[in-house]
């Protein structure tokens, strides 16, 4: 069963309960207050009508034609017998109730139905009122409550249909708005399935839109974001076997062209050849070295031999070893304003790695009488390590690309020259992997700043 069909029918279930649970509960305080009612009014009409027997008894002085007088006597007769008649004319109307009048030996003298006159009233149950005359008991009213009558009877069916009708009418507005409520709730929910099989069958996945706010607008914003990730990786992982299957053919096609020639004895495989192609095989060997340590830093697999190490010796030799590229360049080297006493808990090979690429990359791209420089300085819970140069800058356009796998700044350089492109996708992953962050400023012709973010040795 589909959610929207659940929904109709949990919402019609529910609303179905509450109308026959509170049909039940109306009908019987109806009947309850109703009952109730008719007991209070034949509680103040018994009193009138004790009232008026005394009276009644008072002014004859027995019970001779009470039978006739009183319990027998219409509406128009009691008028006309005066104020004590008035009273108990009221008795006609009490179509629920039977009166008995007893003497003082407990013989039925007088009831309002006539039949049972002369008979003991000593086993009638009801309500029973001395009446007092004098200050003498002179006989016994008996009230007894006779089932309810027609008119009693069509109150208490109309209060139940009104009851009814109302629940119905009351069940189908709750179960059309039901619908309204599942259809509204499931809609975000069978846009959602229809773009995750969109995705699931290899379609492109496009944006779904859902106008609420609330959850679902919270999970289709959560869903557009993955379609866009998963978007961005896929054209990445197209993109990624491209560039690997491109760098990877140019050493094997060398290779092979150099071996073919010289099984055919075209070339003489003297020292200076077999150099070159040892020279291809050790550049394959780094590239796929480089991969394999750019997956495992990606993945968060990066194996890391963390040790609290001393940061200024550690950029002094490797600036040391780039003097001299440095030198011949004609490049000013500057990396005297390091903190001597700044300890980092870090793989030092790993920044080592970092280090020699960003200034390799700076003494690369900065011209003669250039300057390079190595800064660094301590905060509250980090250190902060620049390189800077004076190089011609990277292009606006080129920044957000910079730390991609084999993307080349300069793509008209040749690959001996430029190398696999994937050097600052190494330094952000070795950066990251050690908790830290890698940024890059630029502007053309006025030099670019690469800022490193390692955390401080935790005491």
């Not at 092979?256 to 495989?269: C, D, M, R, T, Y």
């Not at 250039?370 to 300085?377: D, S």
Request: glycine content about 8%.
């Amino acid at each position: 069963m589909k959610l929207q069909a659940k929904l109709i029918v949990a919402f019609s279930i529910i609303v179905l309960l509450m109308g026959i649970s509170q049909s039940l509960f109306l009908q019987s305080r109806i009947e309850s207050t109703f009952q109730n009612y008719l007991e209070q009014h034949n509680v103040g009409f018994t009193e009138r009508m004790k009232q008026s027997m005394e009276l009644y008894y008072e002014e004859t002085g027995s019970w001779e034609n009470v039978q006739e007088l009183l319990f027998s006597i219409d509406s128009s007769e009691a008028q006309g017998q005066g104020m004590m008649m008035r009273g108990m004319s009221m008795n006609m109307g009490m179509s629920n109730v039977d009166y008995l009048l007893l003497d003082t030996n407990g013989t039925v003298i007088a009831d309002t139905e006539g039949t049972r006159i002369g008979m003991s009233g000593s086993e009638l149950k009801g309500n029973t009122q001395a009446l007092i005359v004098n200050g003498k008991k002179r006989g016994t009213l008996v009230l007894q409550q006779l089932a309810l009558q027609d008119l009693e009877k069509q109150f208490l069916r109309s209060s139940n249909t009104a009851i009814f009708i109302s629940g119905l009418i009351a069940a189908a507005m709750a179960v059309l708005f039901s619908i309204w409520i599942a259809r509204k709730i499931s809609k975000p929910l069978r846009n959602l399935l229809i773009a995750i099989k969109r995705i699931a069958s290899g379609e492109k996945g496009d944006e779904i839109k859902i106008t609420t706010k609330d959850e679902f607008s919270e999970l289709g914003e959560a869903f557009n974001d993955m379609s866009h990730k998963l978007e961005r990786n896929e054209e990445v992982r197209r993109s990624l076997v491209a560039d690997v299957a491109h760098e990877l053919r140019t050493p094997l096609t060398i290779l092979q062209g150099k071996l073919e020639s010289i099984q055919e004895g075209a070339i003489k495989p003297t020292e200076e050849v077999v150099l070159e192609l040892t020279d291809e095989v050790y550049r394959l060997n780094r590239l796929v070295s480089d991969l394999q340590q750019l997956s495992l830093a990606e993945a968060g697999k990066l194996l890391l031999n963390k040790q609290p190490v001393e940061l200024k010796p550690l950029i002094d030799r490797v600036c040391g070893y780039l003097q001299l590229l440095a030198d011949e360049k004609k490049i000013t080297l500057k990396y005297e304003e390091i903190p001597t006493e700044c300890v980092l808990e870090m793989d030092a090979d790993r920044i080592t790695q970092v280090i020699v690429n960003l200034i390799g990359n700076a003494l690369r791209h900065t011209p003669e009488q250039g300057v390079v420089e190595v800064v660094a300085q301590e905060q509250d819970l980090s250190t902060i390590i620049q390189v800077r140069d004076t190089g011609q800058g990277i292009p606006e356009d080129v920044l957000p690309f910079i730390f991609d796998r084999f993307y080349k700044r300069d793509s008209s350089r040749s690959r001996h020259e430029g190398g696999t492109g994937l050097g600052l996708s190494i330094a952000k992953g070795f950066v990251e992997a050690h908790g830290g962050s890698i940024t890059v400023e630029s502007e053309r012709n006025m030099g670019t700043v690469f800022t490193i973010k390692l955390p401080k040795k935790k005491n």
